[in-house]
Nanobody
Framework: QVQLVESGGGSVQAGGSLRLACAVSGTTTSSSCTGWFRQFPGKEREGVAAISSENTTAYADSVKGRFTISQDNAKNTLYLEMNSLKPEDTAMYFC????????????????????WGQGTQVTVSS
């Protein structure tokens, strides 16, 4: 069974930082394409950041320069460092994965992923 569990969400003031973590089990980050998504109430999930097996990354324009995705293959954990948070970043954040022998390129498209975490809420106040 593949399982993804997010943690690290919470409430912060605008300009603050949070670090989200996604613990992966049932597979490994090194054998998966992984990414972070967020969902605003009543809207579809949107890609935030994605990473390949060779640590090539991709970011949504809205978070470039502020968010950093990384992975620790030894711990099978995916991270999202969020800095300079804005109220518009308030959303439920999800990590996602799809098993592959080698993830050659990051994928920001949500329909491509097979496994999803339960989500962690991030709230940014002004």
């Amino acid at each position: 069974q593949v399982q993804l569990v997010e943690s690290g969400g919470g409430s912060v003031q605008a300009g603050g930082s949070l670090r989200l973590a996604c613990a992966v089990s049932g597979t490994t980050t090194s054998s998966s394409c992984t990414g972070w998504f967020r969902q605003f109430p009543g809207k579809e999930r949107e890609g935030v950041a994605a990473i390949s097996s060779e640590n090539t990354t991709a970011y949504a324009d809205s978070v470039k320069g502020r968010f950093t995705i990384s992975q620790d293959n030894a711990k099978n954990t995916l991270y999202l460092e969020m800095n300079s948070l804005k109220p518009e970043d308030t959303a439920m954040y999800f990590c996602a994965a799809r098993r592959t022998a080698w993830c050659g390129a990051p994928a920001l498209g949500g329909t491509w992923y097979r496994y999803w975490g339960q989500g962690t809420q991030v709230t940014v106040s002004s």
